[in-house]
């Protein structure tokens, strides 16, 4: 009954699917007495779907992405509890990192007392009848169902029993899973995004970008020594409408400064970063900072009104955000050159943030330039077929209050460093 349901909805076309909906709900729903057998079966298809969906390279945050942008509050909901059955069937042991990460951030727990309560359990929590359930149900594996294969960024559960154990063997850190060294960047990136004085968070961000970028540096040197044979990985960051282009200039010139691809798959909301996994730690903790400084001085600078009057547009804030990336990608591409240059000579930060002088590593410049070269392969290998795009501005004032608004982003301390 309910693969037929499932069936007939995954497959319809647009035209029809309002009549596939109607006629798969109204028979879900009109089996009350067997709705315990019902709601067990759902999860049981559910854990198929979304097992279907990791297959194929999806990843927890991903399908609720792609839920958000398409559907309702409630599917989410829906969403994250499907995924968190799904999740039983796989030990702790068997997922990598981000993917412990991802399911954190969701809150993808199990709250029903039991599979055949489970429908009624959602029912009542969000007031919905069982023809509306049903309907939910079905919207949301649709969505799903008709998801393409994409370029994995990781193993699927089950298939990182290797990953698993390199990240047991790294130094931890207050959140599960993470190296120590990015829960301290993690705690002072946050600090600079809540301090209501521009010094310090000035100071802040500088000190962790430091980190970051003496971070980035050891792993280098790590690999040299053979001590860390990973190649270059990859992740995705959701960029997401409005102004989803400029947010992705953004998010590409942060990724460059730090050895980093971007591609853009526009019609998922996402951006894949290509490179190795200490500099994609640091891609997302820096972007992320930077959009939430680049939000907030865009907001303000809306406020205000043009030179004749006029309110401000979205020219002007598609405008202002270019503006902000192409300025941005200017002084972390020169603090980058200075950091490096900083390190081959021999300056080294400490973890606690001193710094020490040791003697040059002749080794660190042909290293980066060796890790430069293996994300170009990497990029090539997972997407052989790529076009670049571009991004229109239209709005001068809005231009300059971009690069102004850059300019004053917390992006060196004293010392004016950056990761490297």
Excluded at 158 to 185: C, F, K, N, Y
Excluded at 261 to 268: L, P, Q, S
Excluded at 273 to 295: C, R
Excluded at 379 to 408: H, T, Y
């Amino acid at each position: 009954m309910l693969d037929t349901a499932v069936r007939g909805v995954v497959t319809a076309p647009e035209e029809g699917l309002d009549l596939a909906l109607d006629t798969g709900a109204s028979l879900l729903a009109a089996s009350a007495g067997l709705w315990p057998s019902v709601s067990r079966a759902a999860l049981g298809h559910a854990d198929t779907a979304v097992g279907r969906c990791w297959s194929a390279g999806w990843r927890p945050a991903d399908l609720v992405r792609v839920v958000r942008r398409e559907l309702k509050p409630v599917h989410l909901a829906l969403a994250v509890d499907l995924i968190a059955a799904e999740g039983r069937r796989h030990p702790a042991a068997a997922l990598d990192r981000r993917w412990h990460e991802q399911l954190r951030e969701l809150e993808a727990e199990v709250w029903w007392p039991s599979d055949e309560a489970y429908l009624s359990g959602f029912a009542h929590r969000h007031r919905l009848d069982r023809f509306a359930l049903a309907t939910v149900l079905l919207e949301l594996l649709r969505s799903w169902g008709r998801l393409p294969p994409i370029a994995p960024v990781g193993p699927a559960p089950g298939r990182s029993a290797h990953t698993a154990q390199a990240a047991q063997q790294r130094p931890r850190g207050p959140v599960a899973g993470e190296p120590r060294m990015l829960s301290r960047i993690r705690a002072l990136l946050a600090k600079a995004e809540s301090t209501d004085f521009p010094e310090e968070a000035e100071a802040l961000t500088a000190k962790a970008q430091q980190l970051m970028a003496q971070h980035s540096i050891d792993e280098a040197l790590l690999a040299v020594e053979g001590a860390d044979p990973h190649a270059p990985g990859a992740l995705r960051i959701g960029v997401d409408n409005p102004y989803e282009g400029p947010k992705t200039m953004l998010l590409d010139a942060v990724a460059a400064a730090n050895r980093c691809r971007v591609v853009w798959a526009k019609e998922f909301g996402f951006c894949t970063v290509i490179g190795f996994d200490a500099d994609l730690d640091g891609v997302e903790l820096l972007y992320t900072s930077l959009l939430v400084q680049a939000t907030h001085a865009m907001q303000q600078a809306g406020a205000r009104q043009h030179l004749d009057g006029a309110s401000r547009t979205k020219a002007f804030r598609q405008s202002f955000l270019v503006a902000y990336a192409a300025r941005i990608r200017e002084r972390l591409t020169e603090a980058t050159e200075r950091t490096t240059s900083d390190a081959a000579a021999g300056r080294h930060l400490r973890e606690d943030g001193t710094a020490e002088q040791l003697v040059p590593d002749e080794r660190l410049l042909p290293a980066l330039k060796a890790r430069t070269e293996a994300v170009d392969h990497e990029v090539g290998r997972m997407f052989p077929k790529l076009v670049s795009q571009r991004v229109r501005v239209s709005d001068g004032e809005g231009w300059a209050a971009g690069r102004a608004a850059a300019d004053r982003a917390s992006l060196r301390g004293r010392s004016g460093e950056i990761r490297g």
